[in-house]
């Protein structure tokens, strides 16, 4: 009993447990005895609801992190100390291993694996495609020449072609998204007793989601390079939500017009798709290249690298999507709207594609897991 | 690169709390400082890297801090614990002074957060940190930082040259490398001496072998040996030191707030002899925890186990180190390594003495117990619940009670009882000049702010000049 210099290995470590969870386990335990860092996100208010973490409550824990980070700069017991604390960096690594494990299909969890490179695979091989197709599919002659004038942009890619697509690989997406959330939602579930989801708990997850409250640090924001306080990650982070959700406007406007109103697209600059997809671009833009900016020159102590390479691949994808949607906007009464176009599509079809096997799917279990707590503080 | 040929305004000697209030207010005076700390950078902060409120003096609620706190209630508070054992003007100098140390340290970047759950209730007297004393810590180096103050880390002073209480040089090891600084004056905030086992072992022998020591493992006492040799007056009892009731398995350094059990007022307590020792239940535990960590090191081996049942398990935070659990006291006493025949019958004995009452977790009720020689005067509530859990306690010593002797301007005073021309102390090193004995929650915060910032003050005067 005496001498043992290092917490004790967790009681429950025998089952099929990855090493982050057990990692994540022995930390927790040194946290709740701890509780400095109560006052910074809402995962250790959380974690002292508990003695005892499961599985699942670690999973849980672990995507209610919005790695702000805020709370290894201020810990006493982070690395070199022995204790080796590393909240932000352990619970990534759990997120990562959760995307997969709920990933569904299942066995498409091990996209997960070398995210990055599946990305970049798919962004490169959607433009192929789309290229390829609108080749030989049109006259070549028309891909080339300027389109002015209504269905201009179905003249380079037919439109049963460009809605099919779309449809197909988007429908798909929220398919698959939206059975990992269920899979998600019962493997974390905390046992019985838990009380249905009310009005409440659903309103208060919402307006986490959209303050990204959690990236606040109680108001004077989070540990976003160093261990000076900014608030830069959540305000790039929103850019791109909500230029990201100004871009989807703009799309479902524009199929509103097209099929209730029967105003077919190009639409004018000031008309209403057209601003919003423009400003939503900016946004996205200005959103994906300072978050990029902020991952490169970031203080590594906290990050899990292995998990860099998804992250930086769906960054630049989405900003490769604004720029062309952006560039496309420039230039499309010239003969280069025709191969724009396409690359644009090819990149949009792509997200669409990796989109329930990519970073995008923190979304889910961040936004399921900010409701399990709002739900949870009510108890 | 360091000028090592350069002649400072003001050289700091430490790095936590203490020495940057000091630095930062020398170099606001417009003081040239470099600032010496003995750790390397991710070590750097001395204690304060384990602290987490200070508490202040305050006429009215503030943003942070509830009701009031006015100054004969903080005096009261600080003559109770210390029992007499302090320096009235200088408390009270520094109980009024308290008043402003949120603020100065807010401007120094610092955030403080309402308190919550594991605080030990003390949201009325004391302000919290938020994210702990690292992050007070990390806020008051960026601030100097941008003072352009200079910081050597990795610096150990090992002498000051001291001539007619006036302070020439130090002689440091600047990475390893001897080096010396001159400076026109000197804040010696460089903390206590309770990481030097052998000095611990000059006054408790064998028994400091089995202290943990809490907080930073390069509180050394060299600056304060060295300033105590070369004429400076000592104060304060040298064997007294602050300790609370640590788990027996905590790291034998820095290991920090978490390692504290606060399992005590809802157990029984006994030594290695299984012989309760102290009324466990004697007073809330925020006005306890301070005595415990003397009373386990009084004891055989310095080791003490606290008993309980599942019924009192969620009375108090959890430990990072689980807890020993048996069905039955026996078995526990076999985990534990104790006699167990002889524990069964302590457990026995008390619960025998348990009086019937209305147990109140959090204030002191009636559940108490009648007959024994050494009563349990709250919280006593029977131990039969199984399963049974026992805790091994040890003392975990925060910091060490003798230090320099300072005025109420922060000034070192020599043994002639002269003050020094040119040296001023703040933190650990001369909190022993208000705390004789006991200890105040947050109290050492305050005592660090407030003598850093008039060392701070005064050095700059000199700095300048």
């Known amino acids: 009993m005496e001498g043992i210099n290092r917490p004790p290995a967790p009681a429950s470590a025998t089952g099929p447990e990855s090493e982050a969870t057990i990692e994540a386990r022995r930390q927790m335990e040194i946290c709740n005895a701890c509780r400095y860092c109560e006052g910074y996100c809402a995962v250790f208010p959380a974690m002292t609801l508990r003695r005892e973490f499961s599985t699942g409550d670690l999973t849980h824990l672990a995507n209610l992190c919005h790695s702000c980070k805020g709370c290894y700069h201020a810990c006493q017991y982070a690395p070199p100390h022995p204790f080796g604390i590393n909240i932000p960096q352990t619970f990534a690594t759990i997120r990562a291993e959760s995307y997969a494990e709920y990933a569904w299909p299942q066995g498409m969890g091990r996209a997960f694996e070398r995210n990055g490179t599946l990305v970049s695979l798919a962004a490169f091989l959607s433009v192929t495609l789309v290229l390829l197709l609108t080749m030989a599919l049109q006259d070549p002659a028309i891909l080339y020449t300027a389109q002015t004038g209504t269905g201009a942009f179905f003249r380079v890619i037919p439109y049963w072609l460009m809605v099919g697509m779309a449809s197909l690989s988007f429908g798909y997406a929220l398919f698959a998204m939206g059975m990992g959330a269920v899979r998600y939602w019962r493997g974390t579930a905390p046992g019985a007793g838990q009380k249905p989801i009310t009005v409440a708990p659903v309103a208060e997850a919402a307006v986490d989601i959209l303050t990204l409250r959690n990236l606040g640090g109680g108001g004077h924001g989070c540990n976003d390079l160093d261990d000076s306080f900014a608030q830069a990650r959540r305000h790039l982070h929103h850019a791109m939500f909500y230029g990201f959700m100004m871009c989807f406007a703009a799309t479902s406007v524009g199929a509103f017009y097209h099929h209730v109103m029967g105003w077919k697209s190009p639409h004018a600059f000031f008309s209403l798709p057209v601003q919003l997809g423009t400003w939503g671009g900016v946004l996205l833009c200005i959103g994906t290249a300072g978050l990029l900016w902020v991952k490169t020159v970031t203080d590594p102590g906290p990050v899990a690298k292995r998990l860099l390479g998804g992250e930086y691949a769906m960054l630049a994808l989405l900003f490769l999507i604004s720029v062309t949607g952006l560039l496309l906007l420039a230039i499309r009464h010239t003969g280069a709207m025709g191969v724009m176009l396409a690359i644009h599509l090819g990149l949009v079809l792509a997200f669409f594609l990796v989109m329930p096997y990519s970073k995008m799917v923190h979304g889910v279990y961040r936004g399921l897991a900010l409701l399990r707590n709002a739900q949870e503080k009510r108890k | ?465």
């Open chain 2, 1 to 465: 690169m360091v000028d090592f040929t350069r002649l400072w305004d003001v050289l700091v000697v430490g790095g936590g709390n203490a020495a940057l209030s000091a630095a930062i207010t020398a170099a606001r005076a417009g003081a040239s400082v470099i600032v010496a700390e003995h750790a390397p950078k991710a070590m750097r902060g001395g204690n304060s890297r384990h602290t987490r409120n200070l508490r202040a003096l305050h006429p009215k609620p503030t943003d942070v801090l509830t009701e009031s706190y006015l100054e004969e209630e903080y005096w009261d508070d600080l003559l109770r614990v210390t029992g007499g054992r302090t320096d009235e003007a200088l408390a009270r100098m520094c109980i009024r002074a308290s008043e402003h140390a949120p603020g100065f340290l807010r401007d120094c970047g610092v955030v403080f957060q309402p308190s919550l759950s594991g605080t030990l209730s003390l949201s009325r007297t004391n302000a919290f940190f938020l994210g702990g004393g690292k992050a007070l810590v990390n806020a008051l180096y960026r601030t100097a930082e941008k003072l352009g103050i200079t910081i050597l880390y990795d610096t150990e002073v090992q002498h000051i040259a001291i001539e007619e209480g006036f302070a020439r040089e130090a002689i440091v090891s600047w990475r390893g490398f001897p080096q010396r600084i001159r400076a026109k004056a000197v804040i010696a905030s460089a903390g206590g001496f309770q990481a030097n086992r052998e000095w611990l072992r000059e006054y408790w022998g064998d028994a400091a072998d089995n202290f943990q020591i809490r907080g930073t493992p390069y509180a050394q006492g060299r600056v304060l040996r060295d300033m105590l040799a070369s004429g400076v007056q000592e104060v304060g009892d040298p064997t007294q030191f602050h300790a609370v009731a640590n788990d027996a398995r905590a790291p034998m350094a820095d290991g920090g707030l978490a390692m504290r059990l606060d399992c005590v007022p809802f157990s029984i307590v006994v030594n290695k002899d299984v012989e309760r020792f102290y009324d466990e239940g004697e007073d809330v535990w925020p006005k306890r925890y301070a005595i415990w960590g003397r009373l386990i090191a009084q004891q055989r081996d310095q080791r003490a186990f606290a008993i309980t049942d599942s019924q009192a398990l969620h009375n108090y935070l959890p430990s990072v180190f689980p807890p020993m659990k048996a069905d039955s006291i026996a078995e526990l006493a076999v985990m534990l390594d104790l006699d167990p025949v002889k524990l069964e019958r302590v457990v026995a004995e008390y619960n025998a003495a348990v009086q019937p009452g209305t147990f109140h977790g959090n204030k002191l009720d009636d559940c108490r117990t009648e007959g024994l020689a050494i009563p349990k005067s709250h919280w006593a509530r029977r131990i039969d619940q199984p399963p049974f859990y026992g805790h091994p306690l040890a003392p975990g010593i925060t910091f060490t009670f003798l230090g320099v002797k300072v005025n109420d301007r922060a000034r070192v005073m020599m043994a002639d009882g002269k003050p020094s021309g040119n040296i001023f102390a703040s933190g650990e090193i001369m909190a022993g000049n208000i705390l004789g004995q006991g200890y105040l929650a947050g109290f050492g915060m305050t005592i660090g702010t407030v003598f850093g910032r008039i060392a701070g003050e005064e050095a700059a005067k000199i700095g300048r000049n």
